[in-house]
């Protein structure tokens, strides 16, 4: 499974490993070990880097909240959970859409809760194709 790719899909994901690691004293992650165990249900919020259509500025940078829906073998499945504030509604990346992340993407937490968990088990509005 591949991640997103901003030339192909128009989106990708940020390193929050990278982000901490240039600025540790005001960009805080949670501790890996909990970012490599969340559960389905979880909340993981992750950094998008989104390509807009605006004279000014070609790209926008949204931290948004995925629901995790499952476990992979590079890390998870998750539910975009936030309506991009940078685009327009569209079929291929908005609420509901799939897509894969890892850890290393993951800038905060929140925990699950029976809401969350029975969301998780629904299906996706869209599915990752990747």
Request: charged share 35%; net charge negative; aromatic share 8%.
């Amino acid at each position: 499974m591949r991640d997103p790719d901003f030339d192909i899909d128009g989106w990708c994901l940020e390193d929050g490993e990278v982000r901490h690691a240039e600025a540790p004293e005001t960009f805080w992650i949670p501790e890996r070990s909990r970012r490599e165990s969340l559960e389905a249900g979880d909340l993981a919020k992750l950094i998008f880097r989104i390509s807009v259509d605006n004279e000014d500025e070609n790209v926008s940078i949204e931290r948004m909240w995925v629901l995790v829906r499952e476990r992979t073998p590079s890390g998870y499945i998750g539910i975009l959970d936030n309506e991009p504030g940078a685009i327009a509604k569209n079929e291929e990346f908005w609420l509901g859409t799939e897509l894969p992340f890892s850890a290393k993407h993951v800038i905060n937490i929140e925990k699950r809760d029976a809401k969350t968990i029975a969301l998780a088990l629904k299906e996706p509005r869209t599915r990752w194709s990747g």
